[in-house]
């Protein structure tokens, strides 16, 4: 009778100079791999960071058009003093036409020949969200005696009833010579904004962009018509911020005026640090008063 062949038993695993080849190969592949990748994962977080500073600029810039869009006719200025620039004007909500001495119509006309006559009646609709307290501007010009910082062309709201104004005070009748608009138009400010600015760094040249550092875009409003912001209302807008501002005034036939506004924003230190983003943009400003 044959004796059953018995398997031959082999021992299984690798051996340490196999554990060391493989170690070494898989090295290879990682550092291979990581060095393919690192250049789209960069890439990626680059345009992250910088469509978030583009969005930061875009967003401030529409905030500041929306602003200007509602200035008062010929109130905005741009200074720039101790290395900030300011872009300040006094904010309407609306408008409407006052009833004129000459239109041979009974009702409150609003003189501008008596100071004791502080009543007048608005012809059309009410301009909306008008309220006691908001003041009144008629044909600003920029210049005394229409120059509505001054208050020569300004009067708060003591009394509204119906579609009948009551002034605190009658400026118009004061002016010399003078100044009631040709069209019977006038121009709400509220008291919740008043004059507001605008400021931010100037911006410093520094190679292809200039660098914020840490400046803010910051908006003032509620202090008066005097331009002394710090004893009104304030928000930051955005930081990281640089600005250079011009401003061109159209005072002919057109009488339109056009800010120039590039607006720089760095990321913060730690986060990409060195990048910078630059939006331009032009707003026109309607100076009719």
Not at 135 to 141: D, E, G, L, P, T
């Amino acid at each position: 009778m044959n004796t059953p062949l018995q398997p031959i038993l082999r021992q299984g695993g690798f051996t340490l100079v196999e554990a060391i080849v493989s170690m070494v190969v898989m090295g290879i592949l990682v550092a291979i791999v990581a060095t393919v990748m690192r250049l789209p994962f960069v890439t990626y977080m680059d345009s992250s960071r910088r469509a978030d500073m583009t969005d930061v600029a875009d967003t401030a810039l529409r905030r500041l058009s929306r602003d200007v869009h509602l200035a008062l006719p010929n109130s905005l200025r741009v200074t720039q003093a101790g290395g900030v620039n300011t872009i300040e004007f006094i904010m309407t909500s609306g408008g409407g036409r006052y009833r004129d001495m000459g239109d041979g119509q009974a009702g409150n006309p609003l003189d501008f020949t008596n100071t004791a006559a502080t009543s007048f009646d608005v012809v059309g609709p009410m301009p909306q969200g008008m309220a006691v307290g908001d003041s009144i501007v008629v044909f600003n010009i920029g210049d005394n005696p229409g120059n509505a910082y001054a208050g020569t062309n300004r009067a708060a709201i003591s009394k509204i009833a119906g579609n009948t104004v009551t002034l605190s005070a009658n400026p118009f009748a004061a002016q010399s010579p003078p100044l009631p608009s040709p069209n019977s138009r006038f121009q709400v400010v509220p008291a919740s904004q008043q004059a507001v600015a605008y400021t931010c760094p100037a911006a410093i040249s520094n190679g292809a962009c200039p660098q914020s550092n840490g400046g803010k875009l910051m908006r003032y409003w509620k202090y008066g018509f005097s331009g002394q912001t710090g004893a009104g209302s304030s928000a930051m807008v955005a930081d990281h911020i640089t600005c250079s501002v011009n401003y061109t005034n159209n005072p002919g036939a057109t009488r339109s005026g056009l800010l120039s506004i590039t607006l720089n924003v760095s990321s913060a230190a730690g986060q990409g640090g060195g990048d910078c983003v630059s939006l331009f943009r032009e707003i026109h400003v309607d100076n009719t008063p």
